[in-house]
C-alpha cells in the first residue's frame, strides 16, 4: 500500500524526467535501476530508499535532498543541517535504522540546543551557582 508522499514522489520524479527528455528507459539506465522498478516508483507502487534516490537524483542532475523532502525523509526546512542528513542518508555503509538513529540523536542535539539558546535570551531558569558563599 503506497502513502501518499510515495504517489507525490513518482509524479515528481516523472516530471523531473520529462523536463530532462529521458525516457524511462534511459533514465532507469543512467540510474542504475531496471526499468521495471523505476516505472513502479513513478506510478507510487514503491518506495525506494535512499541510494536509490540519490542516483535517480544524480542521473537527473538534481540534489538528492529535494527527493528526500518529496519522499518524505527530510522535512523540508531552511537549510538545518540539510547536506549532512543526506550525507548520512546516502551512506552505503550503514543500513536503513542505523541511519535513522543517526538523525534521530542529531535531531534530539537540535532540540537540545533550541531549548538552551531559548532559555538564555528568554529569561529561563539560571545556570546553578557554582560558588559556595551563602553557605
Not at 513518482?10 to 543512467?30: D, F, K, P, T, V
Not at 538534481?62 to 543541517?81: C, D, F, H, M, N
Amino acid at each position: 500500500m503506497a502513502s501518499l508522499n510515495v504517489g507525490s514522489l513518482g509524479e515528481y520524479i516523472r516530471e523531473q524526467r520529462r523536463n530532462a527528455q529521458y525516457s524511462l528507459r534511459q533514465l532507469a539506465e543512467a540510474a542504475g535501476v531496471s526499468n521495471p522498478y523505476l516505472s513502479q516508483i513513478e506510478r507510487g507502487l514503491r518506495k525506494p530508499s535512499a541510494e536509490i534516490l540519490q542516483q535517480i537524483a544524480k542521473a537527473l542532475r538534481i540534489s538528492a535532498e529535494t527527493l528526500y523532502v518529496q519522499a518524505g525523509i527530510l522535512e523540508e526546512r531552511r537549510g538545518e543541517g540539510l547536506e549532512l542528513r543526506a550525507s548520512i542518508l546516502a551512506d552505503p555503509l550503514i543500513n536503513e535504522q542505523q541511519k535513522q538513529a543517526l538523525l534521530a540523536v542529531y535531531d534530539a542535539f537540535l532540540k537540545e540546543n533550541a531549548a538552551s539558546a531559548s532559555g538564555a535570551t528568554t529569561g529561563g531558569p539560571a545556570t546553578p551557582n557554582t560558588h559556595r558563599e551563602d553557605r
